[in-house]
């Protein structure tokens, strides 16, 4: 008895989701229209009688039409032309079906289908209970308004263990299994039990789930956005030790650079490897919102970088003030739009929090949301960059190397280079997206990705590090004094 009573328990769970599902899907257009779209159909060009409409030979009376302009797919609302909609299901009761007669709805495939093995049952004829508590079989189109179409993309038959449920079809049109009332976002379609006999089970719409999948390739990702982390990790540690970098301009805004990019990766590995259920509602909207933050910021520092090495060529010096006049709003914006994103709807969810906790791989969000940014701010470094390349060639060449053009030529070279090389980094990424989204993919990983994200860390060490004179001057400062350390003889040897 314990065993019927906690599948029953799971049945009504899952009722209750549906009916909560479907129940936000309606939009509440009933307190602005005289039904739920569900319960229309559009009657445009129908025969108008006495101010009424017939659709289907149905008389639908004038307080149950609208004019809509819009429609709902697939449980989403879509701007539509201004059209008249009529509230049949009040008029006369419906009845659903998934496909049209001869064909049965694939669960696996969600299409309609030919069965192979048998021939389904007859769409007009179905067994009904009426007012008075008899179930009888009838004719469905004297009765009944009936519509062929899958409400949703995604249809689900409501099981109880591992068996379909019995549904009763009710004279008002409703379904139900001991009191239990099916959602109205179905449709029929005949099911085969143990190859022999056919029942008409009801499909519900069920929202497609993102499920979380921590696998070889979720794992190789996250040890390349190791790698990288820890790559620019060594760029801090040495822009932080060089002297002549640690103060300047150009080092300050490297380190910030570098401390923006270990933890946005850092992050970006932590929801890679964690189940978004086992992460709270609050976690898991402030941790992909503080990831968007460091890496569009990060972004925006590197225009900042190169907008201010454009200045040094014309001998424009950066005051403290005047650095954090501009850096300041730059970081205002990257906190503000991470912050917007994060209580932003895209298709009627919440970026963050409803199935992932980052970007839903499902939807354009992460091209709007993250992409964009950062292709303005790449469109950024690179106008400056085409300004100082200008600037340069109309310049006559200078033999000093010491010179303090000579050093920003070396700096604009190596950071530009690392700009290169960060932008082929996001452009695997976005063009990986955009394949995964087109041969429907529901992931935002490849191995293309992850390895490109190892690559970014030791193009940051190739170009930040190897690159730079200074940096390579102060290496080989500090090997020297290494070996002159090693090679000399303790002074109580010479008394």
């Known amino acids: 008895m314990s065993l019927r009573m906690a599948q029953f328990g799971v049945l009504e769970f899952v009722l209750l989701i549906f009916s909560l599902t479907h129940g936000s899907w309606g939009f509440h257009e009933e307190t602005h229209y005289p039904c739920a779209f569900i319960d229309t159909a ?38 539509a032309p ?15 079906f998934c496909c049209e007669e001869g064909y049965i709805y694939d669960l696996e495939r969600r299409q309609c289908l030919v069965p192979s093995n048998a021939i389904p049952p007859s769409q007009f004829q179905m067994e009904v209970e009426l007012n008075d508590g008899k179930v009888r079989e009838v004719e469905l189109l004297s009765r009944f ?8 993309e995604h249809m689900k038959a409501v099981t109880k263990g591992s068996e379909y449920v019995h549904w009763t079809l009710h004279e008002n049109g409703t379904i139900s299994h001991r009191g239990h009332i099916f959602s109205k976002h179905y449709c029929f379609t005949p099911l085969l039990h143990s190859n022999s006999t056919w029942e008409w089970q009801p499909l519900a719409c069920a929202p497609e789930k993102f499920q979380f999948v ?15 982390i820890l790559s620019m990790f060594i760029v801090l540690v040495v822009y932080l030790l060089c002297s002549e970098m640690r103060n300047s301009f150009y080092g300050v805004a490297i380190k910030a650079y570098a401390i923006c990019m270990i933890l946005g990766y850092a992050l970006l590995a932590y929801l890679t490897l964690h189940n978004p259920a086992n992460i709270s509602n609050a976690a898991c909207r402030i941790l992909p919102g503080l990831t968007l933050m460091y890496l569009v910021l990060s972004f925006y520092i590197l225009s900042f970088i190169a907008f201010k090495l454009y200045l040094s060529f014309h001998g424009v010096v950066f005051t403290k003030l005047m650095f954090w006049l501009i850096f300041t709003p730059i970081v205002i914006i990257a906190v503000g739009w ?39 701010a790449c469109a950024i470094s690179g106008f400056f960059y085409i300004l100082s390349l200008i600037y340069i060639s109309e310049q006559p060449e200078i033999e000093t190397e010491k010179s303090f053009e000579s050093i920003e030529k070396n700096r604009f070279r190596s950071f530009y280079k690392y700009v290169g090389y960060t932008a082929i980094v996001w452009l695997v990424c976005i063009c990986s997206f ?27 060490l190739y170009a930040l590090i190897g690159k730079n004179q200074q940096i390579q001057n102060f290496l080989r400062r500090i090997d020297n004094e290494e070996d002159t350390c090693e090679n000399s003889a303790p002074l109580s040897s010479f008394g």
């Open 82 to 96: 201004r059209h008249l909609r009529g509230c049949i299901c009040k008029a006369k009761p419906c009845v659903r």
């Open 338 to 376: 991470s912050f917007f994103v994060s209580f932003t709807y895209y298709e009627s969810r919440l970026i963050f929090g409803s199935d992932t906790c980052w970007f839903d791989p499902r939807n354009w969000s992460i091209m709007i949301y993250l992409y964009a940014p950062v292709f303005v």
């Open 42 to 79: 559009n009657i445009t060009g129908s025969y108008g009688l006495d101010g009424a409409y017939v659709h289907n030979w149905t008389v639908i009376p004038r307080q149950f039409v609208a004019v809509y302009d819009f429609v709902i797919e697939n449980g989403l609302r879509k701007a």
């Open 434 to 460: 955009a394949f995964n989204y087109y041969r429907e993919n529901r992931s935002h990983l490849n191995y293309a990705v992850s390895f490109s994200m190892a690559f970014h860390g030791f193009a940051a």
């Open 145 to 152: 308004s009936i519509h062929v179409e899958t409400p949703c």
């Open 214 to 228: 921590l696998g070889v390739r979720e794992w190789t990702y996250a040890i390349c956005l190791l790698i990288a």
